[in-house]
């Protein structure tokens, strides 16, 4: 079936650590989107690739890199830089629906947790 | 930045209407959207509406806007306890990198 694949699921880190998260998606959707949430809060998009190559900095980049060399492929690291990186991550592809409005799909979600 | 604010709470019974509010600062909002997130998942899409319209209903679901006040809201009719999830509300332009997502609301169904 057609989706997005988030992986791990869970993860712990130590301080100083950089961490990579996995993000597959076989939707052949060209834009992909990283946000975390935290409780209480919206999500907050981190970083967006709007095509293979390229991205762009979100609203909360600092402490956050990603690359995009596969259309299928968005993966996040936390660098250690990030100061509270403790949070649940989102990655999502962009779909249209039959109107032509901008759908997000969204995978099921990294929880990270840093020791 | 523009702003999306919703209530984080809701709690109702099974059988009961529910009504999740929204409210958005930035008028030249074209689409304005509400995602479901149930416990430990991503959010998936359940409805939308553009930013001309007033109202849309789809099954179970009614979606109102109020453009003058820049109040959107989402009910839910005969909510059932598989209805228990966070709604999120979120609007965006065109160019849908700018998505802005509220904190969620919260649904409590009890039998």
């Known amino acids: 079936d057609g989706g997005i694949t988030q992986s791990p699921k869970y993860l712990f880190r130590k301080e100083g650590q950089n961490v990579t998260l996995s993000c597959e998606q076989n939707?052949?959707?060209?834009?992909m989107y990283w946000y975390r949430q935290d409780p209480g809060q919206g999500l907050r998009l981190i970083y967006y690739?709007?095509?293979?190559?390229?991205?762009q900095k979100g609203d909360i980049a600092e402490g956050y890199s990603v690359s995009r060399e596969k259309k299928e492929s968005f993966p996040l690291t936390v660098t250690s830089a990030q100061k509270n990186p403790t949070a649940f991550y989102l990655c999502?592809?962009?779909?249209?629906?039959?109107?032509?409005?901008?759908?997000?799909?969204f995978g099921e979600g990294s929880r990270l947790t840093v020791l | 930045g523009e702003d999306v604010e919703q209530s984080l709470f809701l709690s109702v019974r099974e059988g009961d209407s529910s009504v999740i509010n929204c409210t958005y600062t930035?008028?030249?909002?074209?689409?304005l959207y509400w995602y479901k997130q149930e416990p430990g998942a991503g959010l998936q899409l359940l409805t939308y509406?553009?930013?001309?319209?007033d109202m849309k209903q789809d099954q179970r679901l009614t979606v109102l806007l109020n453009k003058k006040d820049k109040h959107l809201s989402l009910r839910i009719a005969d909510t059932q306890t598989g209805d228990s999830a966070i709604y999120f509300c979120?609007?965006?332009?065109?160019?849908?990198?700018?998505?802005?997502f509220g904190a969620g609301t919260r649904l409590t169904v009890k039998p």
């Open positions: 999502a592809s962009l779909g249209f629906t039959g109107t032509g409005t901008g759908e997000l799909f």
């Open positions: 939707l052949n959707h060209d834009a």
């Open positions: 690739s709007q095509i293979v190559n390229d991205f």
């Open positions: 930035d008028s030249s909002s074209t689409y």
């Open positions: 509406i553009f930013s001309n319209m």
């Open positions: 979120a609007e965006s332009h065109r160019n849908n990198n700018d998505m802005r």
